[in-house]
């Protein structure tokens, strides 16, 4: 899977039509978070964290649910700074997770995390502190 990949799926899931297609792919599309053995693997994983938000917005929240195990581990791990420094892609993952709180609501995003691995519920919450903050452009 590729770039290409991941923004026809992203696509694909707008289309009512073709969402159980893009269902049909979650598995291959949490297969890519786990890639990190190319110069430019985090550029992979920003844009595909980029386009989950648009997928899980597109399919909603019943059409995911059944699937988020599947991203949830991976996500948390690339939303952590690399070296105590925000890159593209933890931001991107950062998004992703902010969005699944969104759409599922703060109790039942908290309780599907906490289901999953409750070591991850402290993360949860540093990210939901941080994505809550004025960010800060430098001109």
């Known amino acids: 899977m590729s770039d290409g990949s991941i923004f026809l799926l992203r696509e694909c899931s707008k289309v009512p039509d073709l969402q159980d297609f893009v269902v049909a792919n979650f598995e291959n599309l949490s297969n890519l978070t ?9 550029t992979l994983k920003e844009n595909l964290f ?18 988020l195990e ?45 289901g999953f691995d409750d070591r991850l519920l402290g993360a949860l919450q540093k990210i939901k502190v941080e994505g809550n903050k004025p960010s800060i452009q430098d001109f």
């Open 34 to 42: 786990y890639i990190d053995h190319f110069k430019h693997a985090s």
């Open 50 to 67: 980029k386009s989950l938000v648009v997928i899980l917005q597109s399919l909603g929240k019943k059409k995911m649910r059944g699937h």
């Open 70 to 114: 599947l991203f949830l581990e991976p996500t948390f791990r690339n939303a952590r700074p690399v070296d105590g420094v925000e890159t593209n892609m933890s931001i991107a993952a950062q998004d992703f997770v902010l969005e699944m709180d969104n759409q599922y609501g703060e109790n039942i995003f908290k309780a599907i995390v906490e």
